[in-house]
């Protein structure tokens, strides 16, 4: 399922199908720019040659990222030639982008619409704990990056089912903070785009 991106007339870089959502970048704005080669990583040569092109000239590399996180939350699959052992897993990656080390608590998530715990009690947040290392605070250096799965449990979807009747723009975000008081958000990823996502794999 590939991203489709272009031009627009202001020279701005538009670019649909990232996790059920349209994302507009400025190609002058070096920050802009970064966080969109971070978070696509390999996922680049889905882009047109114009816009790599735009890119590559436009990005300041002398310019270096002094403070800050880049959180990207997606999903992936782990396909199976049997169908019934194929799954859906949640991915975060968290960069840090503050030129002293930082360590990072344990993420959370925030979801909208609410979903219902019990009759009559909602909540939006919760923990989700990765497959992998779940020792935190997690150190990360300058520039390094670290990324935890979380298998999305047959039960989440039924949750998932509801919030996205209640509001077809229901979507998951992650969070994060470090010791020092700094707190860090991720994309929002669409609720429609993991049901997709399993239909796809289905």
Do not use: C
């Not at 969109?36 to 996922?43: H, M, P, Q, R």
């Not at 396909?79 to 002293?100: C, D, P, S, V, Y």
């Not at 997690?138 to 989440?156: M, P, T, W």
Request: charged share 25%.
């Amino acid at each position: 399922m590939k991203n489709t991106a272009h031009i627009d007339g202001n020279g701005n870089i538009i670019i649909q199908g990232v996790d059920g959502a349209t994302i507009t970048i400025n190609p002058q704005d070096t920050d802009e720019l970064r966080n969109l080669i971070i978070d696509f990583g390999t996922k680049l040569n889905d882009l047109p040659k114009d816009i790599l092109e735009m890119i590559k000239n436009n990005q300041d590399i002398k310019s270096e990222a002094t403070k800050g996180a880049n959180l990207y939350l997606t999903v992936m699959a782990e396909l199976h030639t049997h169908a019934q052992h194929r799954r859906l897993k949640f991915g975060l990656t968290i960069t840090n982008l503050t030129k002293e080390h930082r360590y990072f608590n344990q993420p959370f998530f925030k979801v909208t619409p609410k979903f219902e715990i019990s009759e009559g009690v909602e909540h939006d947040t919760f923990v989700m704990i990765p497959e992998n290392d779940n020792n935190f605070p997690v150190r990360l250096e300058y520039g390094q990056v670290v990324s935890y799965n979380y298998e999305i449990k047959d039960g989440a979807y039924e949750m998932y089912k509801k919030m996205l009747g209640k509001d077809e723009k229901a979507n998951i975000q992650a969070f994060t903070n470090t010791t020092v008081g700094e707190l860090y958000e991720s994309n929002q990823f669409s609720i429609e785009k993991l049901f997709e996502h399993l239909n796809w794999i289905q």
